[in-house]
Protein backbone atom coordinates (compact mmCIF):
# COMPACT_ATOMS: atom_id res chain seq x y z
CA UNK A 1 0.00 0.00 0.00
CA UNK A 2 1.54 2.86 -1.09
CA UNK A 3 0.61 7.05 -0.86
CA UNK A 4 1.68 8.76 -4.39
CA UNK A 5 2.47 12.49 -4.21
CA UNK A 6 2.13 12.09 -7.80
CA UNK A 7 3.11 8.75 -9.12
CA UNK A 8 3.66 6.60 -12.55
CA UNK A 9 0.28 5.28 -14.54
CA UNK A 10 0.47 2.73 -17.74
CA UNK A 11 -1.92 3.28 -19.97
CA UNK A 12 -2.21 1.33 -23.23
CA UNK A 13 -4.00 3.89 -26.18
CA UNK A 14 -5.14 2.37 -29.78
CA UNK A 15 -2.48 -0.32 -29.00
CA UNK A 16 0.57 1.60 -27.42
CA UNK A 17 1.86 1.14 -24.01
CA UNK A 18 3.05 4.55 -22.16
CA UNK A 19 4.33 5.57 -18.90
CA UNK A 20 3.36 8.79 -17.78
CA UNK A 21 4.08 10.21 -13.95
CA UNK A 22 0.87 12.41 -13.53
CA UNK A 23 -0.48 14.62 -10.70
CA UNK A 24 -3.70 12.77 -8.51
CA UNK A 25 -5.92 15.31 -9.83
CA UNK A 26 -5.09 14.15 -13.34
CA UNK A 27 -8.30 13.45 -15.64
CA UNK A 28 -7.87 10.40 -17.82
CA UNK A 29 -9.39 12.78 -20.19
CA UNK A 30 -6.65 15.48 -19.52
CA UNK A 31 -4.08 12.36 -19.69
CA UNK A 32 -4.78 11.51 -23.21
CA UNK A 33 -5.15 14.91 -24.20
CA UNK A 34 -2.39 16.78 -23.13
CA UNK A 35 0.10 14.82 -21.86
CA UNK A 36 -0.34 11.71 -24.70
CA UNK A 37 -1.52 14.03 -27.35
CA UNK A 38 -4.70 11.75 -28.21
CA UNK A 39 -6.76 14.78 -29.33
CA UNK A 40 -10.08 12.37 -31.28
CA UNK A 41 -11.12 12.27 -26.96
CA UNK A 42 -13.22 16.05 -26.81
CA UNK A 43 -13.53 17.90 -23.68
CA UNK A 44 -17.05 18.68 -23.63
CA UNK A 45 -18.72 19.48 -20.60
CA UNK A 46 -16.23 18.18 -18.67
CA UNK A 47 -18.37 17.01 -16.17
CA UNK A 48 -20.22 13.71 -17.62
CA UNK A 49 -23.36 15.28 -19.41
CA UNK A 50 -21.87 14.97 -22.96
CA UNK A 51 -20.23 12.24 -23.69
CA UNK A 52 -17.95 14.09 -26.15
CA UNK A 53 -14.94 12.34 -23.88
CA UNK A 54 -16.32 8.68 -24.69
CA UNK A 55 -13.66 6.19 -25.36
CA UNK A 56 -13.56 2.64 -24.94
CA UNK A 57 -11.99 1.07 -21.92
CA UNK A 58 -11.37 -2.30 -20.97
CA UNK A 59 -13.91 -2.81 -24.18
CA UNK A 60 -16.70 -1.01 -22.87
CA UNK A 61 -17.78 2.63 -23.30
CA UNK A 62 -16.93 4.72 -20.95
CA UNK A 63 -16.75 8.45 -19.92
CA UNK A 64 -12.84 9.81 -19.68
CA UNK A 65 -13.44 13.55 -17.66
CA UNK A 66 -14.87 11.94 -14.62
CA UNK A 67 -12.12 9.51 -14.11
CA UNK A 68 -8.63 10.24 -12.56
CA UNK A 69 -5.97 8.62 -14.31
CA UNK A 70 -4.36 7.18 -11.07
CA UNK A 71 -7.65 4.92 -11.27
CA UNK A 72 -7.34 3.50 -14.11
CA UNK A 73 -3.46 2.15 -14.38
CA UNK A 74 -3.23 -1.01 -16.91
CA UNK A 75 -6.38 0.03 -18.62
CA UNK A 76 -6.67 -0.77 -22.64
CA UNK A 77 -8.49 2.54 -24.14
CA UNK A 78 -9.29 2.82 -27.92
CA UNK A 79 -10.17 6.06 -29.47
CA UNK A 80 -12.17 6.96 -31.99
CA UNK A 81 -8.94 7.60 -33.73
CA UNK A 82 -7.73 4.14 -33.08
CA UNK A 83 -10.95 2.36 -34.16
CA UNK A 84 -9.86 3.91 -37.69
CA UNK A 85 -6.64 2.72 -37.79
CA UNK A 86 -6.60 0.39 -39.95
CA UNK A 87 -9.06 1.92 -42.36
CA UNK A 88 -12.86 3.30 -41.38
CA UNK A 89 -14.42 1.18 -38.79
CA UNK A 90 -18.11 0.66 -40.40
CA UNK A 91 -19.89 3.06 -37.49
CA UNK A 92 -17.73 5.67 -38.66
CA UNK A 93 -18.38 4.48 -42.55
CA UNK A 94 -21.90 4.52 -41.77
CA UNK A 95 -21.72 8.32 -39.90
CA UNK A 96 -20.49 9.28 -43.22
CA UNK A 97 -22.33 8.16 -45.15
CA UNK A 98 -25.47 9.28 -43.32
CA UNK A 99 -24.16 13.32 -42.57
CA UNK A 100 -24.36 11.96 -38.93
CA UNK A 101 -22.29 15.10 -37.80
CA UNK A 102 -22.14 18.90 -38.74
CA UNK A 103 -19.06 20.20 -36.77
CA UNK A 104 -17.96 17.07 -35.47
CA UNK A 105 -16.89 17.75 -32.26
CA UNK A 106 -19.58 15.10 -30.70
CA UNK A 107 -18.47 12.52 -33.72
CA UNK A 108 -15.81 10.82 -31.68
CA UNK A 109 -17.37 10.13 -28.93
CA UNK A 110 -20.84 9.84 -30.41
CA UNK A 111 -18.67 6.81 -32.96
CA UNK A 112 -17.20 5.52 -29.41
CA UNK A 113 -20.60 5.20 -27.62
CA UNK A 114 -22.19 3.83 -30.57
CA UNK A 115 -19.28 0.95 -30.94
CA UNK A 116 -19.81 0.41 -27.27
CA UNK A 117 -23.66 0.29 -27.32
CA UNK A 118 -24.11 -2.10 -30.24
CA UNK A 119 -21.89 -4.40 -28.61
CA UNK A 120 -23.83 -4.29 -25.00
CA UNK A 121 -27.24 -5.03 -27.31
CA UNK A 122 -25.41 -8.09 -28.95
CA UNK A 123 -24.40 -9.24 -25.58
CA UNK A 124 -28.61 -9.05 -24.28
CA UNK A 125 -28.23 -6.18 -22.50
CA UNK A 126 -31.81 -4.44 -21.34
CA UNK A 127 -32.21 -0.76 -21.64
CA UNK A 128 -35.08 1.48 -19.92
CA UNK A 129 -37.29 1.15 -23.27
CA UNK A 130 -37.18 -2.56 -23.04
CA UNK A 131 -40.20 -4.23 -22.59
CA UNK A 132 -39.09 -7.84 -22.03
CA UNK A 133 -36.59 -8.15 -19.06
CA UNK A 134 -36.95 -11.75 -19.27
CA UNK A 135 -35.02 -12.44 -22.44
CA UNK A 136 -31.51 -11.20 -23.56
CA UNK A 137 -31.65 -8.52 -26.30
CA UNK A 138 -30.68 -8.84 -29.60
CA UNK A 139 -29.53 -6.76 -32.47
CA UNK A 140 -32.84 -7.05 -34.14
CA UNK A 141 -34.55 -5.41 -31.06
CA UNK A 142 -32.89 -2.05 -31.76
CA UNK A 143 -35.86 -0.10 -32.88
CA UNK A 144 -35.25 3.93 -33.02
CA UNK A 145 -36.59 4.21 -29.81
CA UNK A 146 -33.97 1.75 -28.16
CA UNK A 147 -31.17 3.49 -30.63
CA UNK A 148 -32.23 7.10 -28.87
CA UNK A 149 -32.44 6.10 -25.81
CA UNK A 150 -28.94 4.19 -25.31
CA UNK A 151 -27.13 6.87 -27.24
CA UNK A 152 -28.83 9.67 -24.75
CA UNK A 153 -25.37 10.29 -22.94
CA UNK A 154 -24.08 11.65 -26.34
CA UNK A 155 -25.43 15.14 -26.76
CA UNK A 156 -24.59 16.69 -30.24
CA UNK A 157 -25.30 20.66 -30.06
CA UNK A 158 -25.47 21.05 -33.65
CA UNK A 159 -28.91 18.56 -33.70
CA UNK A 160 -27.59 15.88 -36.48
CA UNK A 161 -29.95 13.24 -34.40
CA UNK A 162 -31.26 12.42 -37.36
CA UNK A 163 -27.83 11.22 -39.23
CA UNK A 164 -26.57 9.97 -36.53
CA UNK A 165 -29.72 8.00 -35.79
CA UNK A 166 -29.87 6.81 -39.78
CA UNK A 167 -26.31 5.77 -39.01
CA UNK A 168 -26.33 3.66 -36.47
CA UNK A 169 -29.57 1.74 -37.58
CA UNK A 170 -27.69 0.65 -40.41
CA UNK A 171 -24.32 -0.39 -38.51
CA UNK A 172 -26.94 -2.06 -36.25
CA UNK A 173 -27.99 -4.27 -39.58
CA UNK A 174 -31.54 -2.85 -39.53
CA UNK B 1 -8.98 21.20 -7.02
CA UNK B 2 -7.39 21.14 -3.99
CA UNK B 3 -3.97 18.79 -4.11
CA UNK B 4 -4.82 15.65 -2.47
CA UNK B 5 -2.98 12.17 -1.82
CA UNK B 6 -4.44 8.54 -3.92
CA UNK B 7 -4.19 5.66 -1.97
CA UNK B 8 -5.24 2.40 -3.34
CA UNK B 9 -5.37 -0.63 -0.52
CA UNK B 10 -5.55 -4.10 -1.39
CA UNK B 11 -8.12 -5.24 0.86
CA UNK B 12 -11.30 -3.94 2.29
CA UNK B 13 -9.85 -3.58 6.07
CA UNK B 14 -6.98 -1.73 5.02
CA UNK B 15 -8.98 1.01 3.13
CA UNK B 16 -11.21 0.83 5.92
CA UNK B 17 -8.38 1.77 8.63
CA UNK B 18 -6.81 4.94 5.87
CA UNK B 19 -10.22 6.53 5.57
CA UNK B 20 -11.14 5.80 9.52
CA UNK B 21 -7.61 7.47 10.54
CA UNK B 22 -8.48 10.57 8.45
CA UNK B 23 -11.09 13.01 9.10
CA UNK B 24 -9.55 14.51 5.68
CA UNK B 25 -10.07 11.14 3.80
CA UNK B 26 -12.79 9.95 1.14
CA UNK B 27 -13.37 6.37 -0.43
CA UNK B 28 -13.49 6.92 -4.23
CA UNK B 29 -15.49 4.19 -6.12
CA UNK B 30 -16.58 5.09 -9.60
CA UNK B 31 -15.80 8.69 -9.47
CA UNK B 32 -18.93 9.60 -11.45
CA UNK B 33 -20.36 11.86 -8.71
CA UNK B 34 -16.99 12.57 -6.35
CA UNK B 35 -14.69 13.44 -9.16
CA UNK B 36 -17.18 15.67 -10.42
CA UNK B 37 -17.53 17.67 -6.84
CA UNK B 38 -13.46 17.79 -6.70
CA UNK B 39 -13.91 19.78 -9.98
CA UNK B 40 -16.50 21.60 -8.77
CA UNK B 41 -14.79 22.51 -5.01
CA UNK B 42 -18.06 20.84 -3.65
CA UNK B 43 -15.49 18.05 -1.94
CA UNK B 44 -11.75 18.44 -0.93
CA UNK B 45 -10.22 15.73 0.44
CA UNK B 46 -6.55 15.76 1.66
CA UNK B 47 -6.64 11.84 1.02
CA UNK B 48 -8.82 9.19 -1.79
CA UNK B 49 -9.16 5.98 -1.03
CA UNK B 50 -9.67 3.78 -4.33
CA UNK B 51 -12.06 1.42 -3.28
CA UNK B 52 -13.03 0.64 -7.37
CA UNK B 53 -10.13 -2.22 -7.64
CA UNK B 54 -11.51 -3.84 -4.25
CA UNK B 55 -12.45 -7.58 -5.34
CA UNK B 56 -16.19 -7.00 -4.32
CA UNK B 57 -17.49 -7.41 -7.47
CA UNK B 58 -19.05 -10.91 -7.28
CA UNK B 59 -23.31 -10.96 -7.75
CA UNK B 60 -24.11 -14.41 -6.15
CA UNK B 61 -27.15 -16.84 -5.65
CA UNK B 62 -27.87 -17.55 -1.96
CA UNK B 63 -29.89 -19.65 -0.01
CA UNK B 64 -32.83 -17.00 0.11
CA UNK B 65 -31.69 -14.23 -2.38
CA UNK B 66 -28.89 -12.40 -3.78
CA UNK B 67 -25.30 -10.77 -2.47
CA UNK B 68 -24.17 -8.08 -5.06
CA UNK B 69 -20.79 -6.65 -4.28
CA UNK B 70 -20.39 -3.01 -3.18
CA UNK B 71 -18.82 -2.74 -7.28
CA UNK B 72 -20.93 -4.55 -9.16
CA UNK B 73 -21.21 -2.00 -11.92
CA UNK B 74 -24.70 -0.28 -12.46
CA UNK B 75 -24.99 -2.13 -16.13
CA UNK B 76 -23.97 -4.71 -15.13
CA UNK B 77 -26.38 -5.35 -11.92
CA UNK B 78 -28.98 -4.28 -14.77
CA UNK B 79 -28.36 -7.07 -17.10
CA UNK B 80 -27.72 -9.56 -14.33
CA UNK B 81 -30.57 -12.50 -15.46
CA UNK B 82 -31.25 -13.05 -11.80
CA UNK B 83 -31.70 -9.79 -11.08
CA UNK B 84 -34.02 -9.22 -14.37
CA UNK B 85 -36.30 -12.19 -13.52
CA UNK B 86 -36.60 -11.84 -9.78
CA UNK B 87 -36.19 -8.32 -8.49
CA UNK B 88 -36.76 -6.37 -12.19
CA UNK B 89 -37.94 -3.23 -10.07
CA UNK B 90 -33.91 -2.96 -9.40
CA UNK B 91 -33.29 -3.11 -13.09
CA UNK B 92 -35.68 -0.81 -14.33
CA UNK B 93 -34.32 1.60 -11.89
CA UNK B 94 -30.90 1.38 -12.85
CA UNK B 95 -32.43 1.58 -16.62
CA UNK B 96 -33.71 4.57 -15.44
CA UNK B 97 -30.92 6.50 -14.25
CA UNK B 98 -27.75 8.03 -15.79
CA UNK B 99 -26.65 6.98 -19.07
CA UNK B 100 -25.48 4.13 -21.18
CA UNK B 101 -21.00 4.91 -20.17
CA UNK B 102 -22.05 6.62 -16.79
CA UNK B 103 -24.01 3.19 -16.00
CA UNK B 104 -20.25 1.77 -17.07
CA UNK B 105 -18.00 2.86 -14.26
CA UNK B 106 -20.90 3.51 -11.75
CA UNK B 107 -20.77 1.26 -8.58
CA UNK B 108 -23.70 -0.59 -6.43
CA UNK B 109 -22.55 1.37 -3.44
CA UNK B 110 -21.58 4.23 -5.02
CA UNK B 111 -24.95 4.86 -6.60
CA UNK B 112 -26.24 5.02 -2.95
CA UNK B 113 -23.82 7.71 -1.67
CA UNK B 114 -24.35 10.13 -5.00
CA UNK B 115 -25.20 13.21 -3.37
CA UNK B 116 -28.34 15.79 -3.98
CA UNK B 117 -28.42 17.43 -7.11
CA UNK B 118 -29.94 20.18 -5.45
CA UNK B 119 -29.04 23.13 -7.95
CA UNK B 120 -27.36 25.18 -4.39
CA UNK B 121 -25.54 22.47 -3.43
CA UNK B 122 -24.38 21.93 -6.73
CA UNK B 123 -23.75 25.95 -6.87
CA UNK B 124 -20.45 26.99 -4.24
CA UNK B 125 -21.14 30.71 -4.33
CA UNK B 126 -25.02 30.06 -2.62
CA UNK B 127 -25.55 29.09 0.92
CA UNK B 128 -26.11 25.47 1.62
CA UNK B 129 -26.30 24.10 4.91
CA UNK B 130 -26.02 20.46 3.33
CA UNK B 131 -22.40 21.92 1.97
CA UNK B 132 -21.57 24.59 4.19
CA UNK B 133 -23.31 23.88 7.95
CA UNK B 134 -24.73 26.71 9.26
CA UNK B 135 -24.26 29.14 6.10
CA UNK B 136 -28.50 28.58 5.31
CA UNK B 137 -30.53 26.66 2.93
CA UNK B 138 -30.88 28.81 -0.31
CA UNK B 139 -33.53 26.58 -1.84
CA UNK B 140 -35.93 27.10 0.82
CA UNK B 141 -37.32 30.48 -0.48
CA UNK B 142 -40.46 30.71 -2.51
CA UNK B 143 -37.94 32.83 -4.96
CA UNK B 144 -35.86 30.31 -5.17
CA UNK B 145 -35.72 27.50 -8.19
CA UNK B 146 -37.71 25.17 -6.20
CA UNK B 147 -39.24 22.83 -8.07
CA UNK B 148 -36.22 19.84 -7.01
CA UNK B 149 -37.56 20.75 -3.58
CA UNK B 150 -38.76 17.63 -1.03
CA UNK B 151 -42.33 17.60 -0.24
CA UNK B 152 -41.70 15.14 2.60
CA UNK B 153 -39.50 14.67 5.56
CA UNK B 154 -37.58 17.95 5.19
CA UNK B 155 -36.57 20.14 7.84
CA UNK B 156 -36.09 23.88 8.43
CA UNK B 157 -31.71 23.32 7.58
CA UNK B 158 -32.74 21.52 4.23
CA UNK B 159 -35.44 20.64 1.56
CA UNK B 160 -33.35 18.88 -0.77
CA UNK B 161 -33.82 15.02 -2.35
CA UNK B 162 -32.16 11.91 -2.44
CA UNK B 163 -31.02 11.49 -6.17
CA UNK B 164 -30.74 7.64 -6.29
CA UNK B 165 -33.18 5.33 -8.32
CA UNK B 166 -31.60 2.31 -7.28
CA UNK B 167 -31.61 3.22 -3.72
CA UNK B 168 -35.47 3.70 -4.00
CA UNK B 169 -36.11 0.19 -5.36
CA UNK B 170 -33.70 -1.43 -3.15
CA UNK B 171 -36.07 -0.07 0.03
CA UNK B 172 -38.89 -1.46 -1.92
CA UNK B 173 -37.37 -5.11 -2.43
CA UNK B 174 -36.64 -4.94 1.78
CA UNK B 175 -32.87 -5.03 0.50
CA UNK B 176 -29.76 -5.27 3.61
CA UNK B 177 -26.57 -3.06 3.24
CA UNK B 178 -23.25 -4.98 4.21
CA UNK B 179 -21.20 -2.28 6.13
CA UNK B 180 -17.01 -2.89 7.30
CA UNK B 181 -16.07 -0.61 10.02
CA UNK B 182 -13.03 -0.75 11.93
CA UNK B 183 -15.17 -2.49 14.66
CA UNK B 184 -15.99 -5.11 12.24
CA UNK B 185 -19.12 -5.72 9.67
CA UNK B 186 -22.70 -5.06 10.44
CA UNK B 187 -25.93 -5.34 8.18
CA UNK B 188 -28.57 -2.80 8.23
CA UNK B 189 -31.38 -2.61 6.17
CA UNK B 190 -31.53 -0.19 2.94
CA UNK B 191 -34.40 1.39 4.53
CA UNK B 192 -31.98 2.55 7.46
CA UNK B 193 -29.06 3.54 5.25
CA UNK B 194 -30.05 7.34 4.42
CA UNK B 195 -32.06 9.88 7.06
CA UNK B 196 -33.79 12.76 7.21
CA UNK B 197 -32.19 16.46 7.29
CA UNK B 198 -33.13 16.99 10.17
CA UNK B 199 -30.82 19.66 11.92
CA UNK B 200 -27.65 17.45 10.54
CA UNK B 201 -28.24 17.73 6.25
CA UNK B 202 -24.42 17.52 5.98
CA UNK B 203 -25.27 14.10 6.67
CA UNK B 204 -26.95 11.66 3.95
CA UNK B 205 -26.48 8.67 5.89
CA UNK B 206 -26.46 7.02 8.70
CA UNK B 207 -23.07 5.53 8.26
CA UNK B 208 -19.80 6.46 10.45
CA UNK B 209 -16.80 7.98 8.76
CA UNK B 210 -14.79 5.35 7.63
CA UNK B 211 -17.41 2.33 7.41
CA UNK B 212 -17.40 1.31 3.60
CA UNK B 213 -20.50 -0.41 2.30
CA UNK B 214 -18.84 -4.31 0.61
CA UNK B 215 -22.38 -5.52 -0.65
CA UNK B 216 -25.98 -5.61 -1.31
CA UNK B 217 -28.68 -7.95 -0.02
CA UNK B 218 -31.29 -8.69 -1.71
CA UNK B 219 -33.93 -11.24 -0.43
CA UNK B 220 -36.19 -13.00 -2.72
CA UNK B 221 -39.98 -11.97 -2.16
CA UNK B 222 -42.91 -12.56 -3.95
CA UNK B 223 -43.37 -8.39 -4.54
CA UNK B 224 -39.78 -8.04 -5.46
CA UNK B 225 -40.38 -10.56 -8.22
CA UNK B 226 -43.44 -9.27 -9.12
CA UNK B 227 -42.55 -5.52 -9.16
CA UNK B 228 -41.22 -2.31 -11.38
CA UNK B 229 -39.99 1.31 -11.35
CA UNK B 230 -41.76 4.64 -12.73
CA UNK B 231 -39.72 7.49 -13.31
CA UNK B 232 -41.12 10.76 -14.09
CA UNK B 233 -38.33 13.54 -15.26
CA UNK B 234 -38.11 16.59 -17.39
CA UNK B 235 -36.94 14.47 -20.48
CA UNK B 236 -36.97 11.11 -22.04
CA UNK B 237 -34.03 10.13 -20.62
CA UNK B 238 -30.60 10.50 -18.82
CA UNK B 239 -32.46 13.15 -15.96
CA UNK B 240 -32.90 12.89 -12.38
CA UNK B 241 -36.57 12.13 -11.17
CA UNK B 242 -39.05 14.54 -10.50
CA UNK B 243 -40.88 11.58 -8.79
CA UNK B 244 -40.76 7.63 -9.30
CA UNK B 245 -42.33 4.83 -8.05
CA UNK B 246 -41.01 1.59 -6.89
CA UNK B 247 -43.77 -1.08 -6.48
CA UNK B 248 -44.33 -4.57 -5.77
CA UNK B 249 -47.41 -6.49 -5.50
CA UNK B 250 -48.83 -9.90 -4.53
CA UNK B 251 -52.43 -10.88 -5.25
CA UNK B 252 -54.42 -13.52 -3.46
CA UNK B 253 -54.90 -15.95 -6.25
CA UNK B 254 -58.84 -16.75 -5.04
CA UNK B 255 -60.34 -13.16 -4.48
CA UNK B 256 -57.53 -10.64 -6.09
CA UNK B 257 -57.30 -8.63 -3.20
CA UNK B 258 -53.97 -7.83 -1.93
CA UNK B 259 -51.96 -9.88 -0.34
CA UNK B 260 -48.84 -7.63 0.04
CA UNK B 261 -47.81 -4.89 -1.12
CA UNK B 262 -44.36 -2.45 -1.13
CA UNK B 263 -44.00 1.37 -2.43
CA UNK B 264 -41.04 3.69 -2.21
CA UNK B 265 -41.14 6.91 -3.32
CA UNK B 266 -38.25 9.08 -5.01
CA UNK B 267 -37.70 12.59 -5.63
CA UNK B 268 -39.96 13.24 -2.65
CA UNK B 269 -37.32 13.30 0.24
CA UNK B 270 -33.91 13.72 2.00
CA UNK B 271 -34.00 9.98 1.25
CA UNK B 272 -35.96 7.17 -0.35
CA UNK B 273 -39.77 7.25 1.17
CA UNK B 274 -41.08 4.15 2.11
CA UNK B 275 -44.63 4.83 1.52
CA UNK B 276 -45.86 2.72 4.95
CA UNK B 277 -48.92 4.13 5.16
CA UNK B 278 -50.32 3.72 1.87
CA UNK B 279 -48.42 0.04 1.61
CA UNK B 280 -51.03 -0.24 4.87
CA UNK B 281 -54.09 0.77 3.25
CA UNK B 282 -53.74 -1.11 0.04
CA UNK B 283 -53.16 -4.47 2.39
CA UNK B 284 -56.30 -6.81 2.28
CA UNK B 285 -57.96 -4.32 -0.34
CA UNK B 286 -59.41 -5.13 -3.92
CA UNK B 287 -57.10 -3.31 -5.87
CA UNK B 288 -58.62 -0.15 -8.10
CA UNK B 289 -58.16 3.19 -8.99
CA UNK B 290 -60.05 4.48 -6.47
CA UNK B 291 -58.65 2.57 -3.70
CA UNK B 292 -54.68 3.32 -4.91
CA UNK B 293 -55.63 6.89 -4.90
CA UNK B 294 -57.21 6.23 -1.32
CA UNK B 295 -53.54 4.58 0.14
CA UNK B 296 -51.36 7.37 -1.70
CA UNK B 297 -53.64 10.17 -0.18
CA UNK B 298 -53.52 8.63 3.56
CA UNK B 299 -49.39 8.61 3.04
CA UNK B 300 -49.42 12.01 1.67
CA UNK B 301 -51.23 13.81 4.70
CA UNK B 302 -47.65 13.83 6.05
CA UNK B 303 -46.64 15.74 2.89
CA UNK B 304 -45.78 19.53 3.34
CA UNK B 305 -44.92 21.24 -0.02
CA UNK B 306 -43.55 24.64 -0.85
CA UNK B 307 -45.70 26.18 -3.74
CA UNK B 308 -42.79 25.20 -6.04
CA UNK B 309 -42.82 21.56 -5.45
CA UNK B 310 -46.45 21.41 -4.94
CA UNK B 311 -47.09 19.50 -8.00
CA UNK B 312 -45.17 16.61 -7.18
CA UNK B 313 -48.02 15.54 -5.19
CA UNK B 314 -50.60 14.67 -8.06
CA UNK B 315 -47.55 13.08 -9.96
CA UNK B 316 -46.73 10.92 -7.47
CA UNK B 317 -50.70 10.10 -6.94
CA UNK B 318 -50.65 9.47 -11.55
CA UNK B 319 -47.63 7.72 -10.89
CA UNK B 320 -47.95 4.77 -8.55
CA UNK B 321 -51.47 4.53 -10.34
CA UNK B 322 -49.27 3.68 -13.35
CA UNK B 323 -46.85 1.40 -11.34
CA UNK B 324 -49.51 -0.59 -10.05
CA UNK B 325 -51.27 -0.32 -13.07
CA UNK B 326 -48.43 -1.96 -15.23
CA UNK B 327 -48.00 -4.49 -12.50
CA UNK B 328 -51.67 -5.77 -12.43
CA UNK B 329 -53.23 -5.38 -16.04
CA UNK B 330 -56.65 -6.23 -15.33
CA UNK B 331 -56.35 -2.72 -13.21
CA UNK B 332 -57.98 -0.49 -16.37
CA UNK B 333 -56.48 3.15 -15.78
CA UNK B 334 -57.28 6.30 -17.71
CA UNK B 335 -54.18 9.36 -16.63
CA UNK B 336 -54.97 11.24 -19.24
CA UNK B 337 -58.49 11.95 -18.23
CA UNK B 338 -57.97 15.40 -16.04
CA UNK B 339 -57.26 14.15 -12.04
CA UNK B 340 -60.43 16.49 -10.97
CA UNK B 341 -62.85 14.19 -13.08
CA UNK B 342 -61.81 10.77 -11.65
Known amino acids: ?174 | MREHAYLRPSDPAQAVAAVTADPDASFLAGGTNLVDHLKLGIAAPGLLVDVRHLPLDAVEETDDGLRVGANVLNSDLAADRAVRERWPVVSRALLAGASGQIRNQATTAGNLLQRTRCVYFQDRTTPCNKRDPGSGCSADDDRAYGRYNAVLGASDQCVAVHPSDLAVALVACDAVVQVLGEAGSRELPLEDLHRLPGAEPHRDTTLAHGELITGVVLPRSVTSARSTYVKVRDRASFAFALVSVAAGIDLHPGTGTVRDVRLAWGGVAHRPWRARAAEDALRGAALSESTIRSAVAAELEQARPAPGAAYKLAMLRNATVLALSRLVPALAVDLDRPEEDR
Open chain 1, 1 to 174: MDTFPSANVDLTVDGITHRIAVDPRTTLLDALRERLGHASPKKGCDHGQCGSCTVLLDGRRHLTCLALALSYDGAEITTAAGLGAEGMHPVQQAFLDHDGYQCGYCTPGQVCSAVGMLDEAAQGQPSHVTEDLSRPTTLEDLTDAEIRERMSGNLCRCGAYVGILDAIREAAGG
